[in-house]
């Protein structure tokens, strides 16, 4: 017939008005005179509780040592100043691979700290026994590790920076940051405290796959939800459950193999559903769950909220092998990268079909990747993204808990604009050629090709509107990268812009940046000989004028009598070229003729021969 509950001074005052007989205990951050130690190389034998200053000054040693597999984040600091720090451990740590996210986090209830202390330690172990060690090295290569050792210090250091004695559950402000983040049914808290908007940063900012946070007061691993209970009358599971209550046993069970036989052996074997204990609001967890899309359990890990300092490396024995097989949870599954039809990374929504429910579907990262984690089954996976076509996969195998399933995917954008990714001009002389590559093409008509001068060194004065000039086709649909050029031959000098106006097949249309380009006249006259040549009936005449005169071209028979004039006409500098057919004109005979060029002081004459 005896309760025992917690409650900051505002709740007590409310109890008091029950009128219940009731007792005052010593609270938990009072029990003992902890050990503590501000000295680096005696907090590092992990049987001694850190001064806050000492704490601090451990995590950013870990940064100094060890540059390549660690650094830490500052969150961001609390009500009174203190700093929230993460440990981030990686192979790469300065880069975001395509790999899962973990955290752990301890103390938010800050006179629940055998896990600071263990945290700390952990980081310690990942960081020096890596490369040796077969399975952190696994772990630290393949997955990026955050550890916040103290999620809230300014409970745990309540009676200052130099001991833990005094420590409480709640933060400077009185609030239990443990029901104070958004909630499944009733949302944001009104009173939201700076540390809660910390994690909140940290967690919005990346994608954890898994997540554990540390508590004390009992020995149990809680998995969801804890917003409602999983027994009766509401029956409200999570569609993981059953996965859940793997990694919790397993959890549990490797701690009591490596414990005393009273460790960790309540309620179902260790384990428990978190609102089938109790229900609350506010909890970090279902946070996670929730609102995150991720997985987290909450492990509490003592009997006693602060125990002796002497009873650390202890607790560290049960549960060291744990927290290694909990990470290892995020090696496991279903993963995989989704990307466009370019390679490039898509966040996408990944949804178990007839499974998930309560948004416990999962998103990949910014760099494509995803994570599913699940019991052994066969199922069916969506992924689908805003302007992408979704895709379904069947038969996705999982074919046991410690099975890792990779699945890449690729979607193709629904909306795939006519992407022009270049248009470049250059220029041989009075020749300009145009040059645009595509990079995908929706209802692509083609492109219209646009001409204007701008300036001529014969006229002072120009003022030329765009002119049409020609129409490349275009390749409708496709998502595949397409080249385009376009010639623009024997053009008078001057300066010209270019630009296309892309026209899709129902008649809208864009206009491309404009390109420039400046002609130059031919270094001299040239007559270039006819092809083909012999002929039959038709051929091809060339030739270049470095400048601007009247010219003429015409051709005679072996005689000297003059059969045509092809040219009689003024013609700006530049390269030309006509076709001649014989079969128009009244000397269709096979033989020798002769064609001449006179511009100005210029006379050239060639033969050619006419083949029936």
């Known amino acids: 017939n005896t309760v025992y509950a917690y409650a900051n001074e505002s709740e007590f005052r409310e109890f008091e008005k029950l009128n219940y007989t009731f007792t005052v205990l010593t609270h938990p951050g009072k029990l003992i005179e ?64 395509t790999e899962p996210q973990f955290m752990y986090t301890s103390s938010i209830h800050g006179d629940e700290i055998t896990g600071y202390v263990l945290m700390l330690r952990l980081i310690d172990s ?11 090295t696994n772990l630290v290569n393949n997955a990026e590790i955050w550890i916040n050792p103290l999620a809230n210090p300014d409970g745990t250091y309540r009676s200052g920076n130099n001991t833990v004695y005094g420590a409480t559950r709640s933060n400077y402000n009185n609030y239990d940051l443990n029901r104070n983040f958004p909630d499944p049914i009733y949302g944001v808290n009104p009173n939201q405290q700076i540390e809660t908007t910390r994690f909140r940063n940290i967690a919005e900012a990346n994608n954890f796959a898994l997540v554990a946070n540390f508590h004390g007061g009992t020995e149990v691993v809680n998995y969801p939800w804890d917003s409602w209970t999983n027994a009766y009358p509401d029956y409200r599971h999570h569609p993981d459950e059953a996965w859940y209550q793997y990694i919790s046993h397993q959890y549990a069970d490797t701690c009591q193999a ?12 260790g384990t428990t559903n978190g609102g089938d204990w109790y229900i609350i609001s506010g909890g970090r967890q279902d946070f996670t769950n929730f609102y995150r899309w991720g997985r987290e359990v909450t492990i509490e890990i003592s009997d006693t909220k602060l125990i002796p300092a002497a009873q650390l490396p202890a607790h560290w024995n049960y549960n060291k092998k744990s927290f290694i097989r909990y990470m290892e ?31 416990s579907e999962v998103y990949s990262d910014s760099t494509g990747y995803y994570l599913r984690m699940l019991a052994p089954g066969n199922y069916t996976l969506k992924f689908e993204a805003t302007d992408y076509h979704s895709q379904t996969i069947n038969n996705v195998v999982v074919s046991n808990y410690n099975s890792l399933a990779t699945l890449n995917v690729e979607l193709v954008s629904s909306i795939i604009p006519v992407e ?29 090709v646009e001409r204007k001068l701008v300036h001529n060194p014969l006229y002072s004065v120009i003022n030329e509107e765009w002119n049409v000039i020609y129409f490349v086709d275009g390749k409708g649909t496709t998502t595949e990268p397409q080249a385009y050029s376009f010639h623009d031959k024997n053009l008078a000098v001057g300066e010209y812009k270019y630009r296309l106006k892309q026209i899709d097949l129902d008649g809208s249309y864009f206009y491309s940046n404009e390109v420039e380009a400046e002609t130059s006249s031919p270094n001299g006259f040239v007559l270039e000989q006819n092809y083909p040549n012999p ?15 009247w010219q003429t071209l015409k051709v005679y028979d072996i005689l000297g009598n003059q059969v045509v004039t092809l040219i009689d006409e003024f013609r700006q500098a530049g390269n030309y070229e006509i076709e001649f057919n014989l079969s128009t004109t009244k000397h269709p005979s096979s033989g020798v003729y002769f ?3 006179r511009a100005g002081s210029f006379i050239q004459t060639k033969k050619m021969i006419l083949l029936k």
């Open 329 to 359: 949870n995020v090696l496991r599954g279903v993963n995989g990268i989704i990307t466009d039809t370019s390679g490039n990374p898509v966040k996408a929504k990944v949804t178990v079909l007839n499974h998930d429910t309560d948004n």
């Open 420 to 448: 022009l990714i270049s248009f470049t001009s250059s220029v041989i002389e009075n020749n300009v050629t145009l040059n645009w590559m595509t990079a995908t093409e929706t209802n692509n008509m083609g492109f219209q």
């Open 258 to 269: 490596n414990a005393p036989s009273n460790y960790m052996n309540g309620y179902d074997d």
């Open 34 to 97: 902890p050990e503590m130690s501000s000295d680096i190389e005696g907090i590092s034998a992990w049987d001694v509780y850190p001064t806050y200053d000492s704490y601090v000054m451990m995590m950013y040693l870990f940064q100094t040592n060890y540059p390549d597999l660690c650094r830490i984040v500052d969150a961001g600091t609390t009500v009174q100043g203190r700093k929230i720090l993460f440990a981030v451990i990686s192979d790469n740590v300065n880069q975001r691979e």
């Open 126 to 136: 990942l960081l020096t026994t890596y490369g040796s060690d077969a399975r952190i």
């Open 535 to 549: 002929f039959n009936p038709s051929t091809k005449i060339s030739w270049q004028s470095p400048v601007s005169s």
């Open 595 to 597: 064609y001449e060029l």
